[in-house]
């Protein structure tokens, strides 16, 4: 697909012009926008959390509205509130920082439960609904929230079906020491994202949207991704699994990316590549893997390396004349 393949190598360029030497983190990011789905990114402060989602919404031409979650946040900071106004004696919605189309939810384990919950409707729905009335987000619509693993004082942890809305989690890292003088060069004199500028319009979005939901997955393929997210449900060393939210996720991810290489159908690689970000989230690890150790990841790597992967019997369609 090679529409889905140039838009999503402008993006990612574009990107790297602030974000050194993370390309796999920034096609993750890509992959989630492509499937309007929402990014949570779980790493240590300084790395370039909040730098990324600025950077996407200026490459996108995208309206940007962050909000820095506090303890004594309320709903009302994030969807809005209602006001009476005294002229016409009625109310009148003044609308919160969610209705954005770039939204960074900063540092998001800050926040209470009652102000976490408040982005569940508009996540999953894409609406808010404030006094009886329901209001609609503009498209394209996604939340990249930032989280913090290190440090616990202060902070309330996600619950899981906050958890499960993100449609991918991943994580920045420390940049290599080359990457880093790199960075040292281009804010030298001034910070990189002061120049940077979109690369594509909404329409072009919402177009690549449409056509990686038409990239084609074989039966075969469809059932090796249930599989996956199956085993999580009876895993020994899980206490709760994936829900079908996560075999859609996983789904939509693989088409993403076989469209950003240029194919117009999914291999099981796909599948297998986008597995630890689409799912690990998703899991509670039991007690007894806590004890010894065990993360979600290494569970999940465990579950990968089990489950049979299609091999002969998996055939693109002969009718869709596969480019590559």
Known sequence: MPTVQALGERVIENLEKVIIGKRKSLELIVIGLLCQGHVLIE??????KTMLARSLARSL??????????????????????IYNQQNNSFEFRPGPIFGQIVLADEINRATPKTQAALLEAMEERQVTVDGT???????????????????????PLPEAQLDRFFLRTRLGYPSAGDEIRILDNQ????????????????????????????????PLKRYIVDLTTRTRHSSDIYLGASPRGSLALARA?????????????????????VMPV???????GPEARLRDLTSDQIIQEILQETPVPGGEYQPDPQRNPSK
């Open 43 to 48: 790493d240590v402060p300084g790395v370039g």
């Open 61 to 82: 031409d995208c309206t940007f509205n962050r909000i820095q979650f506090t303890p004594d946040m309320l709903p009302s900071d994030v969807t809005g509130v209602s």
């Open 134 to 156: 329901s209001h609609h987000l503009s498209r394209p619509f996604m939340v990249i929230a930032t989280l913090n693993p290190i440090e616990y004082e202060g902070t309330f």
């Open 188 to 219: 030298q004199l001034q910070h990189p994202i002061d120049n940077l500028s979109s690369v594509i319009s909404t329409e072009e979005l919402m177009v690549a949207i449409e056509e990686v939901r038409s990239t084609y997955i074989s039966l």
């Open 254 to 274: 693989s088409q993403a990316l076989a469209a950003m290489v240029g194919r117009d159908f999914v291999l099981p690689d796909d599948a297998q590549q986008l």
């Open 279 to 285: 799912l690990s989230h998703r899991i509670i690890v």
